[in-house]
């Protein structure tokens, strides 16, 4: 073995034709190869929404009281029947919080860590393969992933906490008119075998609350603000789209003012409440009666009932109430 | 083994690695510039103030009293960049190092009459610059595409997507970041580099002003070369990069950076470095004449139109950075290092091109509609060097108005059109609102339609980004 790599290289001298002949078949054989790849493992841009699957609870719905974030989410789940009911082994189960805004978690704009930390201990217990934790934030994304302690707290136990990317998006597809066609959304909030979502009960200017449903505008890429108009059947159509499995508010620190940015402790008050189920309509109901609100004067719930994508009727619900 | 070479070879590498290092990691930018003292120390003058840390760029002073310019040939990143690149590049005996004095006295002049133009030929600054706003913006937007298409179009997803989220977090950054006037700044580097085609290190030898201040010092240096035998072949002379060796084999301690050639370009291995054995005498000529000097200090009132140019009316179009008062003062501090621009989170500080008339070049200001100013951050006070931005704590920053945002009602959804929006509402990060709303019953729905409360707003611009109106927004921030 004499010399350089180069130097054993056989000295052929190639054409200008033979270039120009080798880049073409360079170029034809990786577009072909594309194509094939393309064909063989290739994922729709478009979609119409996740699977239903309708799992039910125990109960319709369960609000559990406590001192302990973590304890009480784990209580209420167990009441609904336990995570085992929702999450099937080795599945993939996304936990969609709201880590919009940059605040701490005792200035309640965000999800209390320890509500989404329980349930990502609940999934692992329960067999899933993997747990994702993303949303599109409002403020410097890196910047809410750790000052709202979602980011710490669910990597120790596992799950996989990332930033959104906006080039992996599919196109919302709706088999009815809908103002909510083509919205592009981020697409492993559709590839997942089960999706709980984790809101946070705060106060909202033009929604009055922001609950479950407005919650699912951490999923959609694109100018968002337009959501804006016509917020309550965008919302509306949007949960239908999704279809989520589980809802958990989290209503332990509650923000009535100034929402859902905050920021000044004064406007923070512990209800100390979580509240699961399956149906997101009754959920964000049910928190919107805990804040002394008509759930029929918000415009998402109204719509959800509209829609006929779940029920407003806390009178007719079986709603278990624990005392931790 | 040219053992020495390699040592500074090594040193070169390390430094600039070490340099990129810190400005891609954003934690301590602002110390980079502590060991300049050109930039510490007039700044300093021309401003009336001591600015934090002067006291490390003091410290490279004694180390040039002793070394000589040690700094330009193995710890100056701009020094590195041009050797590596110039590795091809002719030498030729060049007699223009005059005037990189007469820059540097400009630049002094100046600095008495309070206009501190330091930065523009701030070798450090000038690199600092480029990496921040050419280079790192866009090695990773080429790594972050290469991996997007490996991702998307070979459809790896699975590990190498979870491997990519990884870097994002880390290494790559969230954001790519973006800045749509930095061709300018790519020109002024690419053009430095070019003078390459005239001879090896033509600004280290030429116009060079930080290089400037450590010859006047190194004149004086204790570490001095000694040719104890010499065949006069004058290698050593042809090959000098910084052409400082004479003809008689003495050389200009001014200019020599210590890069050690000459000792191994030399077939006898006559050519030492080495401390006096007993005082030597001085050799060559002052740097610059009395009559040059005088001349000097003539002409630099000439240069004394620069001064008020940016802070004349025309600046206040801009919005600056949170806790800049006085436009003057803040274009006369900054040295546009571009530490500002690359640490702030939402890619809103950007250089300004000729908004602010020449003086107000690269200077930051703030672009919502690209970025707006974070809240619960002050990354740019903690990085300045000069403190031309203010080192404020969180909670003074908070209260540090940028400008007032305003709403064109002519534009916006709910003023225009009845349409229910108030995203600026929303976002607004002030805990009692800056914006308020008024309702209205429209065909009875309710309709808030937003107005700003001008004692609460301050100026943050997250209502002009977030705003969905296209192509123009509907609520803009005035400086």
């Not at chain 2, 404020?392 to 400008?403: D, H, M, T, V």
Request: charged letters at 20%; one cysteine or more; proline letters at 5%.
């Amino acid at each position: 073995m004499k010399g350089s790599v180069f130097e054993r290289l056989p000295n052929k001298k190639i054409s200008r034709k033979g270039f120009v002949k080798l880049c073409g078949i360079g170029m034809a054989s990786l577009a072909l190869d594309n194509a094939l790849l393309k064909f063989a493992f290739g994922r729709d841009d478009v979609s119409t929404g996740r699977v239903v699957k309708r799992i039910k609870g125990l109960h319709d719905l369960v609000a559990a009281d406590g001192i302990d974030p973590y304890a009480i989410t784990v209580k209420a789940v167990e009441a609904m029947g336990g995570m085992g009911r929702f999450v099937k082994k080795n599945s993939v189960v996304l936990i969609k919080p709201n880590i919009g805004w940059d605040r701490s978690p005792e200035q309640a704009g965000n999800t209390n860590p320890y509500v989404v930390g329980a349930l990502v201990d609940m999934c692992f217990k329960a067999g899933a393969k993997r747990v994702n934790i993303f949303d599109n934030t409002c403020n410097d994304s890196k910047r809410c992933y750790e000052n709202s302690g979602i980011e710490k707290i669910a990597k120790e136990k596992g799950a996989n906490v990332y930033f959104v990317d906006d080039w992996n998006v599919v196109k919302a597809k709706f088999s009815y008119k809908s103002p909510m066609e083509g919205w592009p959304i981020y697409r492993d909030a559709l590839e997942c075998d089960t999706f709980i979502n984790v809101p946070v009960l705060k106060h909202h200017g033009l929604t009055g609350l922001t609950l479950s449903m407005k919650n699912l505008m951490g999923i959609c890429s694109g100018n968002r603000g337009l959501i804006h108009f016509d917020i309550g059947a965008k919302l509306a159509h949007l949960t239908d789209f999704i279809k989520p499995d589980l809802t958990v508010i989290d209503a332990y620190r509650v923000l009535k003012r100034n929402g859902p940015t905050g920021g000044d402790l004064a406007d923070v008050f512990d209800m100390k409440t979580i509240i699961a189920g399956t149906d997101p309509v009754l959920c964000d109901a049910y928190a919107a009666k805990l804040m002394d609100k008509d759930p029929l004067s918000i415009s998402g719930i109204s719509q959800g009932v509209k829609y006929n994508i779940g029920s407003a009727d806390i009178a007719k619900a079986d709603v278990l109430i624990i005392n931790a | 083994m040219k053992k020495l070479i390699l040592a500074r070879r090594f040193s070169q590498v390390f430094f600039l690695s070490l340099f990129i290092y810190i400005l891609w990691s954003t934690g301590r930018t602002a110390s980079l510039f502590k060991i300049d003292p050109l930039i510490a120390i007039l700044t300093s003058i021309s401003e009336r103030v001591i600015i934090p840390g002067i006291i490390f760029s003091i410290a490279m002073l004694p180390l040039t009293f002793i070394f000589g310019r040690f700094f330009c040939g193995w710890v100056c990143p701009m020094g590195s960049i041009i050797d590596g690149l110039g590795i091809k590049a002719k030498n030729r005996p060049l007699n223009l190092s005059r005037i990189k004095y007469y820059i540097f006295g400009f630049i002094v002049v100046l600095a008495f009459f309070e206009i501190q133009i330091a930065w523009v030929f701030d070798p450090l600054v000038i690199t600092a610059r480029f990496i921040s706003l050419n280079f790192i913006p866009s090695f990773t937007l080429a790594m972050d595409r290469a991996f997007i298409f490996l991702i998307k179009l070979l459809n790896f997803y699975a590990p190498l997507y979870d491997f990519y989220r990884g870097l994002k977090s880390s290494v790559l950054g969230v954001k790519i970041y973006y800045f749509p006037h930095s061709a300018v700044t790519m020109g002024f580097f690419l053009v430095i580099c070019a003078f390459l085609f005239i001879t090896k290190r033509f600004w280290c030898r030429v116009l060079c002003p930080l290089g400037a201040m450590y010859a006047i010092i190194a004149k004086f240096s204790i570490l001095r070369r000694r040719v104890d035998e010499c065949g006069r072949c004058m290698k050593c002379k042809i090959n000098c990069r910084m052409s400082a060796i004479n003809e008689d084999m003495s050389y200009k301690k001014e200019e020599c950076v210590l890069c050690m050639d000459c000792i191994y370009d030399c077939p006898v291995r006559g050519t030492r470095f080495g401390w006096p054995v007993k005082a030597a005498k001085e050799q060559g000529k002052a740097a610059i004449s009395r009559r040059d000097f005088l001349f000097l200090i003539a002409s630099s009132f000439l240069l004394s139109g620069f001064k008020n140019k940016g802070a004349s009316g025309a600046g206040k179009k801009l919005i600056r950075p949170p806790g800049v008062l006085s436009e003057r003062e803040f274009l006369n501090k900054c040295v546009r290092c571009g530490n500002c621009m690359r640490v702030c989170p939402t890619n809103g500080l950007q250089p300004v091109i000729f908004e602010s008339g020449f003086s107000g070049i690269w200077a930051p200001h703030l672009v919502p509609e690209i970025g707006y100013c974070e809240y619960n951050c002050n990354s740019c006070g903690n990085v300045c060097p000069t403190a031309a931005i203010p080192k404020f704590s969180l909670a003074r920053k908070k209260e540090q108005k940028l400008g007032l945002a305003y709403i064109d009602k002519d534009i916006c959804l709910p003023w225009s059109q009845n349409k229910e929006c108030i995203v600026c509402e929303e976002h607004c990060p002030v805990s009692t609102k800056a914006i308020k709303t008024y309702e209205e019953i429209i065909g009875g729905k309710k309709i808030k339609k937003p107005y700003v409360d001008a004692s609460l707003c301050v100026g943050c611009g997250i209502c002009q980004n977030k705003c969905p109106t296209r192509p123009e927004r509907a609520i803009k921030i005035s400086p």
